[in-house]
T-cell receptor, first 116, second 114 residues
Framework: GENVEQHPSTLSVQEGDSAVIKCTYSDSASNYFPWYKQELGKRPQLIIDIRSNVGEKKDQRIAVTLNKTAKHFSLHITETQPEDSAVYFC???????????????FGKGTHLIIQP | NAGVTQTPKFRVLKTGQSMTLLCAQDMNHEYMYWYRQDPGMGLRLIHYSVGEGTTAKGEVPDGYNVSRLKKQNFLLGLESAAPSQTSVYFCASLARVPGANVLTFGAGSRLTVL
């Protein structure tokens, strides 16, 4: 099955600086890579995603890049704000994942802390 | 449109007791999932269902059972609770958008086993 590694587990940045979270995956058949944000005590929510036929996608202050050859993808947050403080999860969708043909395998999460 | 609703939100059990967590979705999604979330472990898949009347094991199925008698409901049961099952449980359903699989999560159920 798929294996997703996520780094770092904790990231502390000054407000206004950029933050980068990196993930690697093992299954070359994975074709969809979403990022979920979970605020303290809340449910995970999709914030951005990328498909395997695209190298980069941006949505305002957040962007995701994908390197299929190296099997890694990254989340970039620019001009960080206090409301960006949360746990971020990357995931990969592989035909070989548990969860049926559309199942997602999650990384272990990154706790992003925005320092004022 | 409530999305995904989980009940109960909190529960405290004694070792050996049984309970059922209920997940209901009103989005007509075929796929439904139960995850557990523990500190530093991320979201781990317990069981899932690809349609009414079907269930399958995920990454950490031991000690849990599930049923999907109706398309909108997915039940997670603990027959004999153990302290290792203390966790936050999330239900999710899947919207199969072309080229993307978007999970909608419930608000979570915090279970403590003493």
């Amino acid at each position: 099955g798929e294996n997703v590694e996520q780094h770092p587990s904790t990231l502390s940045v000054q407000e206004g600086d950029s933050a980068v979270i990196k993930c690697t995956y093992s299954d070359s058949a994975s074709n969809y890579f979403p990022w979920y944000k979970q605020e303290l005590g809340k449910r995970p929510q999709l914030i951005i995603d990328i498909r395997s036929n695209v190298g980069e996608k941006k949505d305002q202050r957040i962007a995701v890049t994908l390197n299929k050859t190296a099997k890694h993808f990254s989340l970039h947050i620019t001009e960080t704000q206090p409301e960006d403080s949360a746990v971020y999860f990357c995931a990969a969708s592989s035909p070989h994942s548990g969860g049926g043909a559309d199942g997602l395998t999650f990384g272990k999460g990154t706790h992003l802390i925005i320092q004022p | 449109n409530a999305g995904v609703t989980q009940t109960p939100k909190f529960r405290v059990l004694k070792t050996g007791q049984s309970m059922t967590l209920l997940c209901a979705q009103d989005m007509n999604h075929e796929y439904m999932y139960w995850y557990r979330q523990d500190p530093g472990m991320g979201l781990r898949l317990i069981h899932y269902s690809v349609g009414e009347g079907t269930t399958a094991k995920g990454e950490v199925p031991d000690g849990y059972n599930v049923s999907r008698l109706k398309k909108q409901n997915f039940l997670l049961g603990l027959e004999s609770a153990a302290p290792s099952q203390t966790s936050v449980y999330f239900c999710a359903s899947l919207a199969r958008v072309p080229g993307a699989n978007v999970l909608t999560f419930g608000a979570g159920s915090r279970l403590t086993v003493l």
